[in-house]
């Protein structure tokens, strides 16, 4: 049996920046949708060994996704909406609390 969507897709018409480069979004796309999308697997690393981390749970509940997101650190990419023009930078370790 085939399942046809309500509607189609919408087209990638926003633009968010990861580490400088341009990664496309769609309107409605968590930060973390758009960079999978765009095949960036890593947001963060880890404070002690420095091991790459990425959007795991999709869900707001493993916290592995965090990044700095236009300047704010500890930012949980699958629970963030896109914007056009958003800047989303790896998070390198415990982020600041000052
Ligand atoms: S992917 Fe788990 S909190 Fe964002």
Redesign the pocket.
């Known amino acids: 049996m085939l399942v046809r969507p309500a509607t189609a897709p919408a087209e990638a018409t926003l633009t968010i920046w990861f580490d400088g480069v341009a990664a496309p979004a769609r309107p409605g796309d968590s930060v973390?949708v758009a960079l999978l999308a765009a095949g960036i697997m890593a947001t963060r690393t880890t404070p002690i060994s420095g091991a790459p981390r990425?959007?795991?749970?999709?869900?707001?509940?493993?916290?592995?996704?965090?990044a700095t997101v236009d300047g704010r650190a500890n930012v949980?990419?699958?629970?963030t909406p896109v914007r056009d023009g958003m800047q989303v930078q790896t998070q390198r370790g415990a982020a600041s609390l000052g």
């Open positions: 973390a990425g959007p795991y749970c999709m869900m707001g509940a493993c916290f592995d996704c965090l949980q990419t699958c629970m």
